[in-house]
């Protein structure tokens, strides 16, 4: 018997050095851990931000005659990089509310309202998740993906994303729901067994964000349905989704 | 309307009007001379248009709607038109007479066949049975349906039904002010901000005849956000042949590139950073330097996890000789992209219509079509535009300006625009109507045409590789569907 010494070993070289070169990748705590100033996460209204006026240049008109609305803002920028002084974009990306309500930001509020919700018992270890993608673009659907990678890890917590809606405890749903993907997205809500959960993740799936208007869209699932979790962002960030889940499961 | 050595997003005047016989025909000579249908499309001023191109050259050229609404189909001689002709067929009803496969593409609002009522291919062979998989996924993607026809394990046919994720985002963008489209185009794929960014910009630019600033950093976005396309798939490739390690360390240095593009504009995916007439975002020194670092740390390790990973003998065997494409396929269906640089078609916008200079470019490309191709071609092309990178941010000049005043549009022109994104051509063609919005906006995503790679690609495969074929070629739904 011949054994290829050299080639294993050369082989199992490269593994280890590969490996060796990777480091330790996981976030230690993504429930605290610091991000990019760059990110523009959770706003801050001045008291005296002229709220009509930031509303002309706003793309999805999330500006409120109570303040912004987390759940329509796309967060691009346009509003705080003309009018610094009435609105900043915080690397806070601590952004998640347990009803529509608590998404708007009044002037001067600095955090989001504490959430009243929360999972029974038995999913504070084990919670499993049915992604729906009803005209999302991807960017949602990458940073869920990316939620269960080796960095953000969100599995430690017992969350996981599988593949049958029979196996889920909640319907995660990215994009604005278009005509097309209504009767899917009611069928694969439909497959979940009682009881069962609704998660809107991203400005399209809250609002239906710049798709709002869209003669395609078709939003009557949510006029059925209530979310028990709002998650904002465009996309929504990976640390915004991990710390979202696990407040339901385990408290903020 | 011969346009020779572009290196500029044209502009033109809107082109003569030319019967459909001579219409046709020049498309016929122009195939037969290697020219490449880049964009067929009906506008509402009821004309049909074609822009074909080969490197360096592009021609635009337009015909009335036949008064039949009936023209011979084009797909049966050039199989490249085939989706551009069942598009036409239904945005406009206009019918390619011996069309192939006259199918419905999106199924948008008012259109005659609802999604639900799409007649698939069937056989009433008892060898046959179908499977359907479909529109929602096992794993965290868009939604779209396949619909497999089986003799046993292996596929005879593989229908691929779309228009799950269409937004009518087209009539969004020519409703109101062409140039504050910027968060609409973001969306066209939200994997692809700045390729589709870039030719929108370029494209509304070209319409007001007024040039950009910071096209180095627009550049560099761009090859980032190649680099993180590309690692995403090779992690999906490896998670699907259980190659976990693969998948992990892909998964992680696609982290560090795109929390690098965050450090740039503030969103992995390089949302906000592009705008008319520049970025929004400049580089400072600091950050220069600390992307330098970062991009050559990445390099290192991109190259060390490859390698380990092309070691593997039983991951080899899976990728080896799966889902092929041949050289002549790749050429006839005009695909574009890794698609068909893998088998040996060598199309780049970067170096065909080159909107940058790109010194030294050359277009990477493997030969044998198959999945070890084009994982071995996203691997070339991640360290080339890693070496691209290096030199753009040696390049860059934190105190240049970022943003340039743009004119109002030119009304009644054509503007085209082709950047070479993750997934290859994109080509966005527009005609603006008056100084503020456009007449007609199309969007053409590489996926548009891809798509049929991978039916042809999985025929004959078992259906086990189906996945993988499907990985290989990493298409976008929202980008195809609009």
């Given at each position: 018997m011949i054994f290829p010494t050299a080639g294993v070993t050369s082989k199992m070289l490269h593994l280890l050095q590969a490996r060796f070169r990777h480091g330790y990748q996981a976030i230690p705590d993504p429930l605290t851990v610091g991000i990019d100033p760059a990110f523009p996460g959770l706003p801050e209204l001045a008291i005296d931000a002229d709220l009509e006026l930031l509303n002309k240049l706003c793309p999805t008109k999330a500006f409120t005659s109570q303040g912004l609305d987390l759940g329509r803002c796309?967060?691009?920028g346009l509003c705080s990089r003309k009018y610094p002084e009435m609105i900043v974009f915080r690397p806070n990306y601590k952004m998640a509310a347990d009803s529509r309500e608590k998404l708007i930001m009044a002037p001067g509020q600095t955090v989001l309202p504490k959430m009243d919700f929360m999972l029974p018992r038995k999913f504070r270890y084990s919670f499993a998740l049915r992604s729906v993608s009803a005209a999302g673009c991807n960017a949602c659907e990458m940073e869920l993906g990316a939620s269960n990678n080796?960095?953000?890890?969100?599995?430690?917590?017992g969350v996981e994303t599988v593949a049958s809606p029979r196996h889920a405890d909640a319907l995660i749903l990215t994009g604005p729901i278009s005509r097309n993907m209504a009767d899917a997205l009611n069928e694969t809500w439909r497959a979940i067994p009682e009881p069962k959960y609704l998660i809107l993740c991203g400005a399209c799936a809250i609002s239906g964000g710049l798709f709002a208007d869209s003669a395609a869209i078709d939003r009557s699932f949510l006029k059925h349905w209530q979310a028990c979790l709002y998650i904002p962002g465009c996309p929504a960030h990976p640390l915004s989704i991990v710390s979202a889940m696990y407040s339901i499961m385990r408290g903020s | 309307m011969l346009k020779t050595d572009v290196n500029y997003s044209p502009v033109l005047e809107p082109p003569q009007i030319e019967s459909l016989d001579s219409f046709l025909d020049r498309i016929r000579r122009l195939v037969i001379q290697g020219f490449q249908p880049l964009a067929f499309f009906g506008t509402n001023e009821k004309l049909i248009y074609a822009l074909l191109g080969k490197p360096h050259e592009l021609e635009l050229f337009c015909t009335p709607f036949p008064e039949s609404l009936h023209y011979p189909s084009l797909t049966p001689e050039f199989p490249a038109f085939q989706i551009f002709e069942r598009e036409l067929y239904e945005e406009y009803g206009i019918v390619p007479s011996n069309h192939p496969w006259l199918k419905s593409v999106r199924h948008p609002l008012g259109g005659s066949i609802k999604i639900e009522d799409y007649s698939f291919l069937s056989s009433d062979s008892k060898l046959i049975h179908e499977v359907g998989v479909g529109p929602v996924h096992a794993g965290v993607i868009e939604p779209g349906h396949f619909r497999f026809l089986m003799q046993g394990e292996i596929v005879e046919h593989l229908e691929i039904q779309l228009g799950y994720q269409h937004r009518d985002l087209i009539n969004m963008l020519i409703?109101?002010?062409?140039?504050?489209k910027m968060p609409l185009v973001e969306t066209i794929a939200g994997d692809t901000v700045i390729g589709h960014g870039t030719a929108y910009c370029r494209l509304v630019e070209s319409l007001a005849e007024s040039s950009p600033q910071a096209n180095d950093i627009r550049s560099l976005l761009l090859e980032m956000e190649r680099v993180a396309m590309h690692l995403s798939t090779l992690s999906a490739l490896a998670g699907d042949v259980a190659y976990i390690m693969g998948q992990n360390l892909f998964a992680a240095l696609r982290t560090t590139v795109i929390n690098s593009t965050l450090s740039i504009c503030g969103s992995r995916f390089g949302?906000?950073?592009?705008?008319?007439?520049?970025?929004?975002y400049p580089l400072n020194k600091t950050l220069i330097d600390t992307l330098k670092a970062k991009m050559h740390k990445c390099a290192v390790q991109i190259r060390s996890t490859t390698e380990a990973m092309f070691a593997c003998t039983s991951l080899l065997s899976r990728f080896d000789d799966t889902g092929k494409i041949s050289n002549a396929d790749a050429l006839r269906f005009g695909f574009s992209g890794i698609s068909a640089k893998a088998s040996g078609?060598?199309?780049d916008a970067r170096a065909d219509f080159p909107i940058w200079g790109y010194p030294g470019f050359e277009v990477q490309t493997e030969s044998t079509g198959d999945v070890y191709a084009r994982a071995n071609l996203r691997y070339m092309e991640i360290m080339q535009s890693l070496q691209m990178i290096q030199e753009l941010l040696d390049q860059?000049?934190?105190?240049?300006?970022i943003q340039a005043p743009v004119n109002e549009l030119i009304p009644d022109r054509i503007a085209i625009s082709i950047v070479e994104g993750a997934r290859g051509r994109i080509v966005h063609i527009a005609k603006s109507k008056d100084a503020h919005s456009a007449l007609w906006y199309k969007v053409i995503d590489p996926s548009l045409m891809n798509w049929q790679a991978l039916s042809m690609a999985v025929a004959n495969e078992q259906i086990s590789d189906f996945p993988l074929c499907n990985k290989s070629f990493d298409l976008s739904y929202c980008g195809s569907d609009l």
């Open positions: 796309i967060f691009c080796v960095n953000f890890d969100i599995s430690r917590y | 409703s109101g002010s062409l140039a504050q949302k906000r950073a592009l705008c008319v007439g520049g970025v929004n078609v060598a199309v860059i000049d934190p105190s240049a300006p």
